[in-house]
């Protein structure tokens, strides 16, 4: 893993005209660096200790902002590094000179996440409270927030560690008795180990079963809205969000690409996706929007299929998807009042968009389907995709471990399946993770993080 040790600095607060801003500066000789540009400072700074100054850059002499600002001994900061924070009158040409200034004098412009980065590397959090960080920022739920907040306590961690260590524990035994074998008294326990690694087998299936449960807590339940094209899927998209999103248009095959977005039902997070009408198409734009809906639909957690009744049989269109539709939704009902009932396993809802009640009743059915997804949901160790996926890596390595042990198979295998294991539990915490893994979790931070 790569490391750099020279001064950046970003803006941490949000873009846009504020009340406050803050500047962020880290790496080795920061303090110098602020400090050529604070007037008002004119002995060593106190850690921790704000300061009150005018801030001037030393090169054109032209004042910028009076600001407050604080120093951090290396150690002691959020990056384990030196560093230094300015909270600026919050205007954009403000924030933006006094980080031009830091420039000037030599400091980099930041990368996404390089500052949590840097408190990786410096030992001030491992991997499971760094990736806390992003699903805080993102959290749109109470219970998402709750779930980051527990990851960005260190809790997780130490009971992950503890795994880990016990799996180490265990290696350590089984290789003991090979180093050893020709020595008297020198012999693993296989009835031991095996219960041992069933325990760890266990604990570690729960964690799996409990972060998949959960991870619609922080990503929201994904709702593919998908039917034929013109059924009014676009419009319907619209009436739930309660705002135009997407271009509403009598010409088929106007939606070409995925639409998306959040919306917060009953305390629930949901990602809506309005999708290209599904037929068979000779036109290669729309072609790839319809591969694209097809995408959508297979990640969805729930469907919802779009069919005007007059122009389209909804059981025929309902038999076309790849998997059976969790509601099904007969639009433009205010143009065919006198219709029939349709009965079908799967619900179906007619709806308007003049018709305000049959959007709140689809809101309602669909919110409920939500609902009961998140039943299962408990408070998880696990709280990425990533750190689900080394988890099932280490049951996966345990499980060949204890068929091992009990075919009799030689202690040497055994051992190498453990060290496997032993792998992946590192690789949550950010013990071994290949550079590339981390550039991906760290491309998914604000500049300034």
């Known amino acids: 893993m790569s490391f750099q ?26 303090h110098r660096l602020a400090l050529s540009l604070c007037e008002d400072i004119k002995k060593k700074p106190e850690p921790r200790k704000l300061y009150l100054s005018w801030l001037r850059r030393p090169d054109t002499g032209e004042r910028l902002d009076q600001a407050l600002v604080v120093f951090y001994e290396e150690g002691a900061s959020y990056t384990g590094e030196e560093a230094v924070e300015f909270f600026c009158h919050g205007g954009t040409l403000v924030m933006q000179s006094v980080l031009e200034a830091l420039i000037a004098l030599g400091a980099r412009h930041a990368r996404a996440g390089e500052f949590t980065k840097r408190a990786l590397l410096n030992g001030k959090v491992d991997l499971v409270q760094a990736e806390a960080i992003p699903l805080l920022s993102e959290a749109r739920t109470t219970r998402a927030r709750d779930l980051a907040l527990q990851a960005l306590s260190g809790k997780p961690s130490k009971e992950i560690l503890s795994f880990h260590n016990r799996i180490v524990d265990i290696l350590a035994e089984v290789e003991a008795t090979l180093d050893f074998a020709e020595e008297d008294g020198v012999e693993v326990d296989i009835a031991e180990v095996t219960k041992g690694l069933e325990s760890l087998l266990d604990e570690a299936t729960r964690w799996v079963q409990d972060g998949i449960a959960s991870l619609p807590l922080i990503n929201g339940v994904r709702v593919a809205i998908v039917g034929p094209p013109n059924a009014g899927k676009s419009s319907l998209l619209n009436a ?3 705002r135009k999103r997407a271009i509403v248009h009598p010409e088929p095959g106007t939606t070409r690409d995925i ?29 790839e929007g319809v591969a694209l809906a097809k995408q959508a639909l297979s990640e969805a957690q729930i469907v919802v299929l779009v069919v005007d009744p007059r122009d389209t049989d909804p059981e025929t269109e309902s038999l076309k998807l790849p998997r059976k539709p969790d509601i099904i939704v007969l639009s433009k009902a205010d143009l065919w009042r006198d219709g029939g009932e349709v009965n079908f396993s799967t619900p179906v809802i007619k709806t308007s968009i003049y018709m305000p009640e049959t959007i709140a009743s689809l809101r309602e059915h669909i919110q409920r389907l939500g609902a009961s997804m998140f039943s299962h949901a408990k408070s998880s160790v696990l709280s990425t ?11 996966s390595a345990i499980s060949s471990a204890i068929l ?3 075919g009799g198979e030689p202690l040497e295998v055994v051992a190498s399946m453990l060290r496997n294991a032993a792998e992946s539990t590192a ?4 013990f071994r993770v290949a550079e590339d893994v981390m550039e991906r979790i760290f491309e998914r931070f604000c500049v300034g993080k």
């Open 385 to 395: 995709e990533r750190q689900i996926e080394a988890c099932s890596k280490a049951i």
């Open 427 to 430: 690789e949550i915490l950010g």
């Open 404 to 406: 091992a042990l009990r």
């Open 5 to 30: 040790s020279d001064i950046i600095a970003a803006i941490a607060s949000g873009h846009g005209a504020s009340a406050i801003g803050v500047i962020r500066v880290s790496g080795a000789g920061s």
């Open 240 to 242: 739930i969000l309660g």
């Open 259 to 287: 639409i998306t977005e959040h919306l917060v039902l009953s305390g629930i997070p949901f990602v809506f996706a309005d999708t290209a009408g599904l037929r068979e198409t000779s036109d290669a734009v729309e072609k």
